[in-house]
């Protein structure tokens, strides 16, 4: 059962580009969370989804950045027209229909968005 | 708004040593959750912890929760070099409508020979 998978690795953009980063949940998981975390941070929530529900978003800049989680396919976080102050490491973590009941929350590798 | 506060921040110590991290919060929560992460990797999860009075150990590290003073401690017995790593206290609370988690800012835990 593969874990939470996360791609790219690592994203290098310049100033105005967008950014496409994708997770694919555990096995059986239907909810994704994004993070971010700075450096020398904790992790920052972004934004909660279902399949094809945005279910918070309270953590998401209001402008450039979104989500979706489609029927089929990842789950994807856009930036668009990235800014230097975007560079971060990206985490999207899943969990079971039942969502957070006293479950453990499972995180991908995460994304290393660096924004030149 | 929940906020959580991790302290120490920075930890040096020796091997065989003791020494317990604190994770204090600031409203009410129904779960608290324990994570490793080494740099540049993702989250370990630890251990997670629904109740007041909980307790669970695995190995050297042993976690406990008091939700009547909004207080978790995250204890190390006898610290070994391969416990080096940053630990974070994350903090949920399902009534608020949403399960994203509000995380503290971790502790950078190094073990020295």
């Known amino acids: 059962n593969a874990g939470v998978m996360q791609n790219p690795r690592h994203l290098v953009r310049r100033r105005g580009q967008e950014a496409r980063l994708r997770c694919s949940p555990m096995?059986?998981?239907?909810?994704v969370y994004w993070y971010r975390q700075l450096p020398e941070e904790g992790l920052k929530f972004m934004v909660y989804l279902q399949k094809e529900n945005i279910i918070d978003e309270s953590g998401m800049p209001k402008e450039r950045f979104s989500a979706e989680f489609p029927k089929e396919g990842p789950s994807i976080l856009r930036i668009q027209q990235v800014v230097r102050g975007d560079s971060a490491a990206y985490f999207c973590?899943?969990?079971?229909?039942?969502?957070?009941?006293?479950?453990?929350?499972?995180f991908g590798s995460g994304t290393q968005l660096s924004v030149l | 708004e929940l906020k959580v506060e991790q302290n120490p921040l920075f930890l040096s110590m020796q091997e065989g040593k003791n020494y317990t991290i604190y994770c204090n919060y600031s409203t009410t929560s129904d779960r608290l959750y324990w994570y490793r992460q080494d740099p540049g990797k993702s989250l370990e999860s630890l251990f997670v912890l629904l109740s007041n009075g909980a307790v669970k150990q695995e190995g050297r590290l042993m976690a406990s929760l008091d939700t009547k003073a909004r207080l978790s401690t995250l204890h190390i017995t006898a610290a070994v070099h391969d416990l080096s790593a940053t630990y974070f206290c994350?903090?949920?609370?399902?009534?608020?409508?949403?399960?994203?988690?509000?995380f503290g800012k971790g502790t950078h835990l190094i073990i020295q020979p």
């Open positions: 994350a903090v949920g609370y399902s009534g608020g409508g949403a399960d994203g988690l509000t």
């Open positions: 096995k059986g998981h239907s909810h």
């Open positions: 973590a899943s969990s079971p229909p039942e969502g957070l009941r006293g479950e453990k929350l499972f």
